[in-house]
């Protein structure tokens, strides 16, 4: 098992910037693909992030390629999502996820921390 905790998350104008950060306890945390995931009001969760154990690497979303970026602690057993150039519609709930590696599922879910970015 995996408990993942979102924090992080707030109330920011439209061109502000957030970071979120996503404790991990339970497994090895250095052996875990981690993710990041949003659902905004009335759509489906959308993946905008994945980054691989050792965290080298990183894959983006097309919406928040290259406004967002993904990167993770080992030592603190901590993934991070640094979100600059926030827009209204960047709005929702974010998660943090983790799966095993190799793979694709994500089998492990945070409870999810509100973005909220005003115009």
């Known amino acids: 098992q995996v408990q993942l905790l979102e924090s992080g998350g707030g109330l920011v104008q439209a061109g502000g910037s957030l970071r979120l950060s996503c404790a991990a306890s339970?497994?090895?945390?250095?052996?875990?693909?981690m993710g990041w995931f949003r659902q905004a009001p009335g759509k489906e969760r959308e993946i905008l992030v994945s980054?691989?154990?050792?965290?080298?690497?990183?894959f983006y979303g097309d919406s928040v390629k290259g406004r967002f970026a993904a990167s993770r602690d080992n030592a603190k057993n901590t993934v991070y999502l640094q979100m600059n150039s926030l827009k209204p519609e960047d709005t929702g709930v974010y998660y943090c996820?983790?799966?095993?590696?190799?793979?694709?599922?994500?089998?492990?879910w945070g409870q999810g921390t509100q973005v909220t970015v005003s115009s």
């Open positions: 996820a983790a799966g095993g590696w190799p793979g694709i599922n994500y089998d492990y």
């Open positions: 339970g497994r090895t945390f250095s052996t875990l693909r």
């Open positions: 980054i691989n154990p050792g965290g080298g690497n990183t």
